[in-house]
């Protein structure tokens, strides 16, 4: 089946990749890194060819990539937006 070549999970970690530099706010990072993730890990054979398996470790990478992408380069606890000009006024 297609799900079981590495090089798709690659090449769609690549694509997700590119697509997170036009969307903003880590939306797809997350899914990126672990696609790649599922990519390698079947390359090496570390990860067997079963579907749910293979969803399951995409999804736990995509958890902790973003996690662990929010508490570096999120808003930081104390930390307030001061907003000094508004969007209406000229």
Avoid at 13 to 35: C, K, Q, R, T
Wanted: aromatic fraction near 10%.
């Amino acid at each position: 089946m297609s799900w079981q070549d590495p090089w798709i999970w690659i090449v769609a970690g690549v694509v997700l990749g590119g697509l997170e530099m036009v969307l903003p706010g880590f939306i797809l990072l997350g899914f990126a890194a672990g696609s790649v993730l599922v990519g390698v890990l079947l390359w090496l054979g570390l990860l067997a060819n079963s579907l749910p398996l293979t969803v399951l470790v995409l999804a736990i990478a995509a958890v902790l990539v973003w996690y662990a992408l929010r508490r570096i380069l999120g808003v930081r606890a104390g930390q307030t937006r001061i907003w000094d000009r508004d969007i209406n006024e000229n």
